[in-house]
C-alpha cells in the first residue's frame, strides 16, 4: 500500500467496515457514529488518503473538467491564451487539463483521443500547423461534446457543438500595410506560413486586398513562403535582398519571422525603419525589447482564451438538444506601432 494510492477499499479492509459505511463517514452522515467517523478519519490521515475527485465527479455525471489542446506552450501567445482559458475556467468551477500537439497532427490525434478517454466535459483546441485532415475531430462531432475551436480553426467543419473564437486576422493585416503605405512604402514583401492554416490565409488576403485598395501592384517576388521562426525569417530576407530591387518594407506573419528579417537587416547595414520598415503580427513580448522595437498586431490572446471558455460554457448550458452553435466570435485586432516602422 505504500507504493501506491490508499483506496475507501483499503480503509474499509482495515476496520472491518463497508466501503459505503467508509465513504458515508467521509462525507460525514448522521448515519454514521461519531465514534466510527473518528476511526475513519484517523486512519484516512495515517494512509494519507486523497479522495479521487475525478470519479467521484464521474458519479455525479459530471467531471468538471476541459480539454486545452495547443500546437505548442513556447512563446508569448499561447501560453497567455491558455492563461485566459484556466482563469475563466476556475471562475466558472472547471479545472483544465492541458496537452500540446508540439505542431504534429498525429500528437494531436493522440490527444484528442486522450481527452475524449479522460470524460472532459468540453474541448478547446487550435490547431497543429501540419493538420490537413480533420477527421480526428469527427468522434468529438458525433458524442455531441462541445468543441470550441481558437486561433487556428477548422473552417466549415459544423455541428451543433462546433463553434470558434478567432481574431479578425484580415482586418490586422489591412491595417497593417495602410500604415506602411501611410510611411511611405511601396515595395512590401509579405512573410507567410502555409495558406491552409487560417490565420495565414486571411492575413495574405489582407496584404494583398490593401496593395490593391492603395493602387500598388502585386509582385509575387515579395511574397516569401517560409517556416514562422526565427530561422526563416533570416533565410526570407536574404532571398529578397538578392532580388534586383530589394523591398523598402516586410510584413511578417509572425513576430518570429520578423525579427529575423531585423537581424538581416542590421547584417546588411540597411536602418530601420529608413531602409526597411518592418513588422509582425502577435505582440510578443520581445517585440517591445528589439533594437529598434517592432511593431506588431495584438491578437488580444488572454481575451481569446476568456471568451473561448464562456463560449463552451454556453454550449454546456444548452444541452446536447441544442438548436445549433453560438455563433463563431471575432476579436478585433490592434495594430502597435513602434520604432521599426514609424517613420513620419
Partial sequence: MANRRASITDLAKTLGLSPSTISRALSDHDDVSEATKARVRQLAEELHYQPNQLAAALRRGRSNTLGVLVPHITGHFFPQVVHGIATEAAKLGFNVMICQSNEDTRQEHKNIDLLMNSQVEGILVSLANTTHDFGHFEAVRQQNIPLVFFDRVVEDFEGSNVSAVVLDDYQGAYQVVTHLIE?????????????????HK?????YLDALSAHGLANDKDLEVFCEMNQKGGMQAMRQLLKLPQRPDAVFSSNDLAAVGALQVAKIHRLRVPQDLAIVGFSNEMFTSLTEPMLSSVDQRCEQMGKTAVQLLQKMLKSGPNRQGPPKPIVLKPKLLVRESSQRR
Avoid at 202 to 206: I, K, P, Y
Fill in 183 to 199: 510611411q511611405g512604402c511601396t515595395r512590401i514583401a509579405h512573410f507567410s506560413g502555409p495558406l491552409h492554416l487560417n490565420i
Fill in 202 to 206: 486571411n492575413r495574405h488576403q489582407g
